[in-house]
């Protein structure tokens, strides 16, 4: 089965952001990894503790996009609620640093 990938206004801000071949590069990451099986975890994705972020992150290179996967109505969507990236051990979301 599918899902539906959606980004909330906060992450489509986050993602216009960055570069034209980084939001592509994220994009499609996006469309291949997350369509299928989005809460299958891999090297590059994985289930998150508590935190006010999300429940799920997936690494592409180093950016971090967060997501949750919910009903609605008859289908399963996939939530994306921030992007962000890694500059060595910090994680900065909007132009903030977070602290996970």
Do not use: C
Not at 42 to 48: G, I
């Amino acid at each position: 089965m599918a899902f539906d990938v959606r980004f909330t206004p906060t992450a489509a801000a986050h993602l216009r952001g960055y570069k034209k071949f980084q939001q592509q590069m994220m994009l499609d990451a996006v469309a291949e990894r997350l369509t299928h099986e989005p809460t299958t975890e891999t090297r590059n994705r994985k289930r998150l503790g508590e935190n006010p972020l999300s429940d799920w992150v997936m690494r592409v290179a180093n950016f971090r996009l967060f997501y949750d996967v919910v009903s609605e109505e008859d289908r399963q969507v996939v939530k994306i609620k921030a992007i962000g990236h890694k500059d060595h051990n910090r994680l900065y979301v909007g132009g903030e640093e977070i602290g996970l």
